[in-house]
C-alpha cells in the first residue's frame, strides 16, 4: 500500500486526537500541588481532577466507539474534537474544585468519542499486517511526544499558574479541528447496524462511578462503613446490570462474543494494569518530588521526561519489532520492565538523590512504554472485523481509563489513610511506599496476565510447525513421484 501526502495528513491529523490526551494528561499532572494549594483541596478530593476526566472518558467510550461505527467515523471525530476545543478553555475559568472536576468529566466525555474514532479510521483505512503496524507505531509515537511536549508546558505554565495548563489544549484542538475538516475522509454511516444501547452506557458508567467513590470514600467513612458497603454493592448491581442489558439488547453497546478473542481480552487485562499503575506513579512521583523534596513544577517536569522521549524515540520502529518477534515477546518484556521499574522506585528517601532512585524507575518505564505500548494496540485489534473496529478500540481505551480510574482511587487511599497528621518528611515518605507498593503489585498482575500468551504462542507454533512438516512431506511425495518413472 502506497502512501500518499492525503494519507499521510490524514493520519497525522487524526494522531493530533492522541496527541492532545498525552498533552492534557501531562500537563494537568505537573499542576496538581498548584491547584490543591490554590483550592484548598486535599489529597482524596485532589485526584478526583484525574478521576473526573477518566471516569467521563472511560464510562461512555464504548458508546463513542459504537456511535462512529453508527453515524460515521468522521462526523463523530469533529463534532467531539469540537466540545473538547470548547470545554478545554471554558476549564482553566473554575473557581472552585466542584465545577473543575465536571469540566474535566465533560471533558472525558468528548474525548470518549474522539478517541475511538481516531482509532477506527487507522484501523479501517490501514490494512491488518505491516501497514497498520507502522501506523499504530506513529500514532503511539504521537501520544508520548503529546506526553512529552505536556510535561514541559506543563511544567513551565504551572509556574505562571496553572489555569494556563488547562486552557492550552483548547487551541491546539481547534487547530487539529481545522486540519480535520479537509483531510479526514468521509465515512458512511451504518444504516443497518442496528440503534444505540443508552441503557447500558448508563449502567456501565454509573457502576464504575459508585466503584470509584466506594473506594474513595472509604478514607473517611471506613471500609466497613455502611456506605462503603452500599457503595460497592450498587456498582455491582449496576455492573451486573449492564451485563443482563447486553446479553438481551438487540443492539448491544458490547457485543460480549467479542471477548471470545484471546488477544483482545489479555489486551484489555493488560492495559488496565500498565495505565492505572503509571496514572497512580505519576501523582506519587509528582507530591513526591513537590512536596518532599521541594522541587519546583518545572524541574518535576524534567524528571519525567525521559521516559516520554523515549516512547517518542522508539516507538516507531515499534511496528516492524511486532512484525519480526509478534506481539506477545514485546508485551511480556514491557511488563517484566514496569515490575523492575516500579520495584526500584521503592528506594527513595527522603533526601534520595535523583539519579540514582527515581532515574532509574523513569527509564525503564520509558523502555516499557516505547514496546508494550504499540504491541497492546496492535494486539487488541487484531482480528477484528472492520464492523467492529469502533468497539474494539473503545474496549481497549476503556480498560485502560479504568484501570486508571480504579488504581489511583486504590492508591490514593492507602496514601491518605497513611498520611493523617503527617507533618514530617519522613511521615511523608512511609505514606507514599504502601502506594508504591500497590502500583508494583498491580504491575506484577499485569506481567502475569502477559504470561498467559506463551501457552496460546506454542500451540500456536507448533501448529504452524506440523502444517509446515506436512507440506514438505507432501512436495518430498510429490517430487518422489515425478522422479519415479524416470527411474
Known amino acids: 500500500m502506497t502512501w500518499d501526502a492525503r494519507l499521510w495528513g490524514a493520519l497525522l ?3 493530533g486526537v492522541i496527541f492532545l490526551d498525552g498533552l492534557d494528561v501531562s500537563m494537568v499532572g505537573m499542576s496538581l500541588p498548584s491547584i490543591g494549594a490554590d483550592l484548598g483541596v486535599s489529597l482524596s478530593s485532589l485526584q478526583w481532577v484525574v478521576t473526573g476526566y477518566v471516569l467521563g472518558y472511560g464510562g461512555l467510550l464504548l458508546l463513542g466507539g459504537r456511535t462512529a461505527d453508527l453515524l460515521g467515523r468522521r462526523r463523530v471525530f469533529l463534532v467531539a474534537l469540537a466540545v473538547f476545543a470548547v470545554v478545554s478553555m471554558l476549564s482553566s475559568l473554575a473557581t472552585n474544585p466542584e465545577l473543575l472536576i465536571a469540566a474535566r468529566f465533560v471533558k472525558g466525555v468528548a474525548a470518549a468519542f474522539t478517541a475511538p474514532a481516531a482509532l477506527s479510521i487507522i484501523t479501517t483505512t490501514f490494512h491488518e499486517g505491516p501497514d497498520r503496524n507502522r501506523a499504530l507505531s506513529i500514532f503511539t509515537t504521537c501520544a508520548a511526544s503529546g ?43 451504518d444504516d443497518v447496524a442496528g440503534g444505540y444501547d443508552v441503557p447500558g452506557a448508563i449502567t456501565v458508567t454509573g457502576g464504575m462511578l459508585s466503584l470509584v467513590y466506594a473506594v474513595v470514600g472509604a478514607e473517611h467513612a471506613g471500609w466497613v462503613s455502611v456506605q462503603t458497603f452500599g457503595m460497592f454493592a450498587l456498582a455491582i448491581v449496576l455492573l451486573g446490570a449492564f451485563i443482563a442489558i447486553e446479553l438481551r439488547s438487540k443492539h448491544p453497546l458490547v457485543r460480549l462474543s467479542i471477548l471470545r478473542n484471546a488477544n483482545l481480552r489479555r489486551a484489555n ?20 518530588l513537590q512536596n518532599l523534596l521541594g522541587w519546583s513544577s518545572f524541574e518535576t517536569a524534567l524528571a519525567f521526561l525521559p521516559a516520554g522521549l523515549l516512547v517518542a524515540t522508539l516507538s516507531p520502529n515499534a511496528g516492524k ?45 520509558g523502555l516499557g512504554f516505547a514496546i508494550g505500548f504499540p504491541a497492546l494496540n496492535i494486539q487488541a485489534v487484531s482480528g477484528v472485523p472492520d464492523n467492529e473496529q469502533g468497539l474494539a478500540s473503545g474496549l481497549f481505551n476503556t480498560a485502560s481509563q ?9 492508591v490514593t487511599a492507602v496514601i491518605s489513610s497513611q498520611s ?26 499485569g506481567l502475569l496476565v502477559a504470561l498467559t500468551a506463551l501457552r496460546g504462542l506454542r500451540s500456536r507454533r507448533a501448529a504452524e510447525e506440523a502444517e509446515a512438516a506436512e507440506l514438505a512431506a507432501v512436495q518430498k511425495e510429490l517430487a518422489e513421484e515425478e522422479m519415479s518413472p524416470a527411474a
Do not use: N
Open 269 to 288: 487485562l493488560a492495559i488496565l494494569t500498565v495505565f492505572g499503575s503509571y496514572v497512580a506513579f505519576q501523582l506519587i512521583g509528582t507530591l513526591y
Open 13 to 15: 491529523v487524526v494522531c
Open 147 to 189: 506526553f512529552s511536549m505536556g510535561l514541559i508546558l506543563g511544567g513551565a505554565l504551572t509556574e505562571v499558574g496553572w489555569r494556563w495548563t488547562f486552557l492550552m489544549p483548547g487551541p491546539v484542538a481547534l487547530i487539529v479541528l481545522l486540519f480535520a475538516l479537509k483531510l479526514i475522509p468521509d465515512s458512511p454511516r
Open 420 to 445: 493523617v497528621g503527617v507533618t514530617t518528611p519522613a511521615g511523608m515518605l512511609s505514606a507514599f511506599k504502601p502506594g508504591l507498593a500497590v502500583v508494583t503489585g498491580i504491575s506484577t498482575l
Open 321 to 365: 519489532l511486532a512484525d519480526r518477534i509478534g506481539t506477545e515477546a514485546m508485551i511480556i518484556s514491557a511488563m517484566v520492565l514496569f515490575v523492575v521499574g516500579y520495584a526500584l522506585s521503592l528506594r527513595i528517601g527522603p533526601e534520595s538523590a535523583y539519579f540514582s532512585t527515581v532515574f532509574p524507575t523513569i527509564m525503564l518505564i
Open 402 to 410: 479504568v484501570g486508571g480510574a480504579v488504581v489511583l482511587a486504590i
